[in-house]
Structures are given as structure tokens and as C-alpha cells.
């Protein structure tokens, strides 16, 4: 299964709820760093790596990062193409998604840690 992140608007907040909701967020993002990600973009190709920083522009860095090409397969069709640190500029995003594997040692399922 696959998390969607989903990008909700602060509109109609006073400045005691803004404050809440910013810490709330930043908690997330932070809760989400070196998670595998997948970014899908505009042009059609898919980034897959672990999450390592954005910025208020929704710019995105990937470490490990692989490429793969826009494909009515899925990801059958040929092998990805091996980027290491890739910067993804937020207006290319069209979705990022948390790949569950990365997250069930975080909550503590089959952990041994």
C-alpha cells in the first residue's frame, strides 16, 4: 500500500491556530525525512528515493534516486536510470506518495529496534 501526502490549506485560521498548524506540518515533514518516496512529475517520469529536505516552494531533494521512464506497465519496461541526489522543482510535482515499506519501522510493526 502507498500514503498519499496531501497538501491541505491554511485559509480561515486565526494566528493561534496558524501557529499549530504550522508546528503540526513541520512535525510531519520532519517524521518523513529518509523515507523512500516516489514523486511523480509532469513530463510523466517517476522519482523514487529517500526524502532528504524541501523548501516553502515545494522544491524536493531525493537521495538514492532512480528514474523511471512514463510507461502504460507500471514499471515493467526497462531498468530505471540511476540518479543518486536529484532536486525535483515543486512546480514539476504532480504527486508524492510514502512507499508504506519505508514507514512500518517507524510505527513499530516487525520491528526489532
Known amino acids: 500500500a502507498v500514503h498519499n501526502i496531501v497538501r491541505n ?3 480561515g485560521m486565526g494566528r493561534g491556530e496558524l501557529s499549530s498548524y504550522s508546528s503540526r ?3 510531519k515533514l520532519e517524521s518523513l525525512l529518509n523515507k523512500n518516496m516516489r514523486i511523480r512529475m ?3 517520469r517517476t ?3 529517500l526524502f532528504l529536505c524541501t523548501d516553502r ?3 524536493v531533494i531525493l537521495g538514492s534516486a532512480q528514474e523511471f521512464l512514463k510507461s502504460s ?3 515493467s519496461q526497462g531498468e530505471p536510470r540511476v540518479l543518486g541526489l ?3 522543482p515543486g512546480h514539476h510535482v504532480v504527486s508524492i506518495e510514502v512507499e508504506s515499506d519505508s514507514l512500518v519501522g517507524t510505527q513499530g510493526f516487525g520491528s526489532s529496534h
Open 86 to 88: 536529484a532536486m525535483i
Open 73 to 75: 506497465d507500471s514499471f
Open 57 to 59: 516552494d515545494c522544491n
Open 47 to 49: 522519482l523514487v528515493g
Open 25 to 27: 506540518a513541520r512535525q
Open 42 to 44: 509532469t513530463d510523466g
Open 9 to 11: 490549506g491554511a485559509g
